[in-house]
């Protein structure tokens, strides 16, 4: 995650509730595919650097093929993360700026990417990928959404847990200006704690939509050799574009 993520109460004070509002085990067949993602570097990968990890949900389903170290902007959601993943390297950073003086045979930046709202930003953290991996290794950036497919949508969902705290959530996305490189998704979360009290949440995010040619050319600017991936899936969406970025060895 960004900076900017830690401005919204759901990345901070409400980091809790991440694990009913999208559990782990919806990540199992997209996490399957990032792993095999993962391995088309030109040497063999065992060390990922993940870049924006949150709750640490992906991680879960990767940590048993490769040794993870997550990054995230949030201490809160690393809180989340570090509970579910107590066999797993935690750092505190921000995706544009940290520098842990090491590389790694591949880094992954998940949907956290599209917290980078200018091109400026999602310049800083294709960087930081960059310099974070080995030579013949690969950086992966998975966005929800490019500028030639993005349509406005709609989505609800929640879950529960044994002890009866509950999520349910309303969202609408939407791309109010299309001239900017910005689009705005309206979240609403209703609560509901152990003792069955309830409380509503409204929180608007804004996030990034670039086209398919500026994330080529940030990579190349980078230093990576850029290719672009339709993502394979059998769920009920479109699926995605992914960009890998191949550091020459």
């Known amino acids: 995650m960004s900076e900017a ?32 993602m993962l391995t088309r570097a030109a040497l063999p ?10 709750g640490g949900h992906v991680a ?3 940590k048993g093929q490769f ?13 989340v993360s570090t509970a579910l993943n107590p066999d797993c390297e935690h750092r505190v950073g921000d995706m544009r700026t940290v520098r842990l003086d090491r590389q790694f045979d591949a880094v992954l930046i998940y949907d956290a990417i599209d917290y980078m709202k200018t091109e400026v930003a999602l310049g800083q953290a294709i960087a930081t990928s960059f310099v974070h991996c080995r030579p013949g290794g690969v950086g992966l950036f998975v966005p929800d959404h490019l500028a030639e497919n993005f349509l406005p949508d709609a989505d609800h969902g929640g879950s529960d ?7 349910r959530y309303l969202e609408w996305s939407r791309d109010s200006d299309p001239a900017d490189t910005e ?15 309830t409380r509503l949440v409204h929180e608007t995010h804004h996030t990034g939509l670039f086209p398919r040619d500026d994330w080529l050319r940030l990579l190349r600017e980078a230093g990576f050799e850029p290719e672009v ?11 995605r574009e992914l960009f890998v970025g191949h550091r020459p060895l």
């Not at 060390?47 to 990890?53: A, F, I, K, Q």
């Not at 040794?67 to 995230?72: E, Q, R, S």
């Open 60 to 62: 879960f389903h990767l």
């Open 161 to 167: 847990d044994p002890s009866g705290r509950g999520v």
């Open 229 to 239: 991936v339709v993502e394979e899936t059998t769920e009920d969406r479109s699926p």
């Open 67 to 79: 040794a993870l170290t997550l990054v995230d902007v949030s201490e809160e959601m690393l809180a």
């Open 183 to 197: 689009i705005e998704t309206a979240h609403v979360f209703l609560l509901r704690e152990a003792d069955g009290s």
């Open 5 to 36: 993520e830690s401005q919204y109460r759901f990345y901070a004070e409400l980091a809790h509730w991440w694990p009913l509002i999208s559990p782990p085990e919806d990540y199992r067949e997209e996490s399957a595919y990032i792993g095999w």
């Open 45 to 54: 990968v065992r060390s990922v650097l993940e870049l924006g990890s949150g």
